[in-house]
């Protein structure tokens, strides 16, 4: 399946985070999904780490589930772990997940709303919360288009609903001296692999706060910051009139 997502053409048919959460919930094979940037060394990410309970996920994320309410939807729900708190804690949440192979397997964890789409293609119902964490400003790619990104979360909310969203402020990973990138600092290149499976290279996104709060500004919408975490991290809420 090929999709067009951020400006690019990525080929979903190689999805190793897909593959990953499937092989760990089918299979009891806790694996790295091995993650490549352009600004740092190679890193890992434990695929148990996603199928996390609630003691054992970031305090941000903890209190981003506490302030999701009304009909809540979960944007990039991986494997739904987030989605599976709130439906057993009585919220009417959506899981929409762009991943067929991590979609397939929220389903078998009991999430009873499932979506298997790319978030700027989803245009159907409205929601009081939209969630969008671990880092959920990623989303968007880069600086120049968050504010399609805004557009969009804007147009699948009710009246009063709000955005909360994660990011971090990563300026702190250049040392001092250092030249800085010409584009915004917190844009970065990813590729991800499981296994002999590659994904193709994609932007992400991390979005310091005071840069976040100007484009919800130029939104026409209204940005606070809800808590901070231990390593420039933070939880934002977003609304509009």
């Known amino acids: 399946m090929i999709i067009f997502l951020n400006g690019e053409i990525m080929d979903y048919d190689n999805d190793p985070l897909g593959l ?36 054992e996920m970031p305090v941000l994320e903890q209190k981003a589930l506490k302030l999701a309410d ?3 939807l979960d944007v990039g729900a991986a494997a739904g772990s987030h989605s599976l708190w709130l439906q057993e804690n009585g919220i009417d949440v959506t899981a929409l997940e762009i991943s067929k192979s991590a979609s397939d397997i929220i389903v078998k964890r009991g999430v009873k709303k499932v979506i298997n789409r790319n978030f700027f293609e989803f245009k159907e119902g409205k929601y009081d919360t939209i969630l969008v964490l671990m880092n959920g400003t990623g ?31 990563i300026s702190y990973m250049f040392d001092e001296g250092e030249e800085i ?3 915004y600092y917190g844009e970065v290149k990813y590729i991800m692999e499981y296994k002999n499976v590659r994904s193709g290279q994609f932007d992400w996104l991390f979005l310091d706060y005071d840069s976040l709060e100007y ?17 420039y991290d933070y939880l934002a809420e977003i609304k509009w009139d």
């Open 181 to 183: 990138p010409v584009h």
């Open 70 to 72: 009304g009909k809540v």
């Open 20 to 55: 990953a959460v499937k092989d760990y919930f089918l299979h009891g094979i806790n694996g790295d999904i091995n993650v490549f940037s352009d600004i740092a060394e190679p890193d890992v990410i434990p695929v148990e780490y996603l199928f996390r309970n609630f003691d």
């Open 215 to 231: 484009l919800v500004k130029m939104s026409g919408g209204k940005c606070k910051k809800v808590a901070e975490g231990n390593h």
């Open 139 to 169: 989303i968007a790619g880069t600086v120049e288009k968050f504010p399609d990104f805004l557009a969009h979360c804007k147009s699948l909310l009710n009246k009063n609903g709000k955005v909360l969203l994660d990011s971090s402020d």
